[in-house]
């Protein structure tokens, strides 16, 4: 089983609302990922997990919020968004951070929609 | 700030031809390069990586080169399938050292039938 799996994989929600983003694997994979992905663009790095600690928070705004309950979850909480986080957001999971471990894989993404 | 970019934003080619997808890196710290598909409606999914003590890597149909002189890699894909149309990222990294993750602009790829 090489699935990541998103839920859920649309979601419309005011600036004023709070939602949460999940994303489940069950490779045994120690190392997860948030991306940020625009229309036509490569995705971004937001953060990155390791054995369930957070390891790499690239400058994302607080109303951004991960959290690793456990090896095999990855939740990414939203609250107070702007129009211009509308984005697809991907999660990724890689046995390790380290060499050929490091080889992610990614899950088809939410597609977030901020009114 | 470092970047991975790539030559050419769009790629036609025939059915059955040869694409050579090209994208130039700027850290000269990297070492480790990805290559990922990325079709409609997907996330990325691996195809091919290569370490710096490499020139070349062949997997099935596809074969990455990367020439360290100029900061420079490439992905051929032999006898292009509709299947394979899509955006091609290349990725960058340290091997032993998680550090800076970047993706290139990508490429996206059309194959005509």
């Known amino acids: 089983d090489t699935e990541v799996t998103q839920t859920p994989k649309h979601l419309v929600m005011g600036m004023t609302n709070k939602k949460s983003l999940k994303c489940e694997q069950h490779?045994?994979?120690?190392?997860m990922y948030w991306y940020k992905q625009k229309a036509k663009k490569p995705p971004e790095l937001m953060f990155v997990?390791?054995?369930?600690?957070?390891?790499i928070n690239e400058s994302v705004p607080s109303r951004f919020s991960p959290e690793c309950p456990n090896s095999s979850l990855l939740n990414l909480h939203l609250h107070a968004l702007q129009p211009e986080d509308s984005a697809l957001y991907l999660c990724?999971?890689?046995?390790?951070?380290?060499?050929?471990?490091?080889?992610?894989?990614f899950g088809a993404g939410t597609r977030l929609s901020v009114l | 700030g470092e970047s991975v970019g790539l030559h050419l934003p769009t790629l036609s080619v025939q059915e059955g031809d040869n694409s050579i997808i090209n994208c130039a890196y700027s850290?000269?710290?990297?070492?480790?390069f990805i290559w990922y598909k990325q079709e409609s409606g997907k996330g990325p999914q691996f195809i091919i990586d290569?370490?710096?003590?490499?020139d070349k890597r062949q997997g099935q149909r596809v074969t990455v080169l990367l020439n360290k002189t100029v900061k420079h890699l490439s992905l051929q894909i032999a006898a292009t399938q509709p299947g394979d149309s899509a955006v091609y990222f290349c990725?960058?990294?340290?091997?032993?050292?998680?550090?800076?993750?970047?993706f290139g602009s990508g490429t996206k790829l059309n194959v005509k039938p």
């Open positions: 990724a999971s890689s046995q390790d951070l380290a060499g050929a471990k490091n080889i992610q894989y």
């Open positions: 490779m045994g994979h120690r190392a």
């Open positions: 997990y390791s054995y369930e600690k957070l390891s």
């Open positions: 850290n000269s710290a990297s070492d480790y």
């Open positions: 290569i370490r710096s003590n490499m």
């Open positions: 990725a960058e990294n340290t091997y032993y050292n998680f550090n800076k993750f970047y």
